[in-house]
Nanobody
């Protein structure tokens, strides 16, 4: 099993930047594919980005391509989501998730473990 804890959320103005972190427990972090999802009030949880266990491949939702970057440091048991050029529609609770099937997945059903989330609010 793996436990995930997100941090780095906060209030930022339109056009600003934030970097979210997700720290994982356990000695086998490097075998897990990881993803970021977000959920706005009254909406479903949506895929944002994913990265393979090695970090060699990434996947993004079209709405964040060119603005967000997912990365990982396996030695630190941590993944990151660097968010630039933030927009009001990026406001949501952001969750990190882990899977051990080796799938670079967009679906929340792909992922077995979830963090508690961190709030990102973009003000106009």
């Amino acid at each position: 099993q793996v436990q995930l804890v997100e941090s780095g959320g906060g209030l930022v103005q339109v056009g600003g930047s934030l970097r979210l972190s997700c720290a994982a427990s356990g000695r086998t972090f490097s075998r897990y594919g990881m993803g970021w999802f977000r959920q706005a009030p009254g909406k479903e949880r949506d895929f944002v980005a994913a990265i393979t266990s090695s970090g060699g491949s990434t996947l993004y939702h079209d709405s964040v391509k060119g603005r967000f970057t997912i990365s990982r440091e396996n030695a630190q048991n941590t993944i990151y989501l660097t968010m630039n050029m933030l927009k009001p529609e990026d406001t949501a609770v952001y969750y990190c998730a882990a899977e051990d099937r080796g799938v670079l997945g967009r679906s929340s059903f792909t992922y077995d473990y979830w963090g508690q989330g961190t709030q990102v609010t973009v003000s106009s």
